[in-house]
C-alpha cells in the first residue's frame, strides 16, 4: 500500500521561506507531484518530481530523495495569496493512480 | 477553453437516492478521473479512464459506477446513497502520463471545482 505524512498545519510571515515536508511508504511509485488548494477551491498543480533532486519553478522548488523516502515543497518569497492547503501526491505503480497525503495547511502572515 | 467542469455545485440527497454527477472537459485529454475529499482529508482516487470505453477503480469505489462513451465526458453514478458518500467530489484530466520524467509536463491533472454532496 501506499501512505504519505505531511505536517497538518505550517505558519510562517510575509516575505520568508517555508518548507513542507512529506514523508511516504510505498511498495514502489513512479513519482511525487504537489498541489495547492485554496479553500473551497479546486487543486491546482504545483510540480512533479520523477527524478531525485529539485525541481524549480519560480517560487516554488520541490525535491525528491527516493533513499530516505522523502520529498519536500519549498515556497520562497511567501506572499499572502500563498496561504492555503498543500498536498503531496504519490504517482503508483499502476502510474494512473496517485495516492494523496492529508495536506498541510500554510498560513502566511503580515 | 473552459477546462473541467462540474454539475452540480452543491446537491443534498436522502439516504438510498440516487444521482449522477456530470463531469466534462473540453481538452481533448484521454485520461479523466473522479475524487473524492472529506473534510481535512486527501485526495482519494474512486475511478479513473484512459480513453473512451476504458474505465478502471481507484482506491475507493465501492457505491459507484462510471462510464465513458466520449472523450468530453466522464459521470460518476452514485447508487443507494449513504451518509458515509458525504463529501467533496472532484473530476480531473489530463494528457496520457508519462511517468518518471523530471518535469511535470506530461503529469499534470486539472481539476473541476467540485460538487458538494451531502447524504441525511
Known amino acids: 500500500g501506499q501512505s504519505l505524512e505531511q505536517p497538518s498545519e505550517v505558519t510562517a510571515v510575509e516575505g520568508a521561506i517555508v518548507q513542507i515536508n512529506c514523508t511516504y511508504q510505498t511498495s514502489g511509485f513512479y513519482g511525487l507531484s504537489w498541489y495547492q488548494q485554496h479553500d473551497g477551491g479546486a487543486p491546482t498543480f504545483l510540480s512533479y518530481?520523477?527524478?531525485?533532486g529539485l525541481e524549480e519553478t519560480g517560487r516554488f522548488s520541490s525535491f525528491l530523495s527516493r533513499s530516505d523516502s522523502y520529498g519536500y515543497l519549498l515556497l520562497q518569497e511567501l506572499q499572502m495569496k500563498d496561504s492555503a492547503s498543500y498536498f503531496c501526491?504519490?504517482?503508483?505503480?499502476?502510474?494512473?493512480?496517485?495516492?494523496f497525503g492529508s495536506g498541510t495547511k500554510l498560513n502566511v502572515k503580515p | 477553453n473552459a477546462g473541467v467542469t462540474q454539475t452540480p455545485k452543491f446537491r443534498i440527497l436522502k439516504i438510498g437516492q440516487s444521482m449522477t454527477l456530470q463531469c466534462a472537459q473540453d481538452?481533448?485529454?484521454?485520461?479523466m478521473y473522479w475524487y473524492r475529499q472529506d473534510p481535512g482529508m486527501g485526495l482519494k482516487l474512486i475511478y479513473y479512464s484512459v480513453g473512451a470505453g476504458i474505465t478502471d477503480k481507484g482506491e475507493v469505489p465501492n457505491g459507484y459506477n462510471v462510464s465513458r462513451s466520449t472523450t468530453e465526458y466522464f459521470p460518476l453514478r452514485l447508487e443507494l446513497a449513504a451518509p458515509s458518500q458525504t463529501s467533496v467530489y472532484f473530476c480531473a484530466s489530463s494528457y496520457p502520463l508519462r511517468p518518471g520524467l523530471a518535469g511535470g509536463q506530461f503529469n499534470e491533472q486539472f481539476f473541476g471545482p467540485g460538487t458538494r454532496l451531502t447524504v441525511l
Open positions: 481538452m481533448n485529454h484521454n485520461y
Open positions: 518530481n520523477g527524478l531525485d
Open positions: 501526491a504519490l504517482q503508483g505503480n499502476n502510474f494512473n493512480k496517485f495516492y
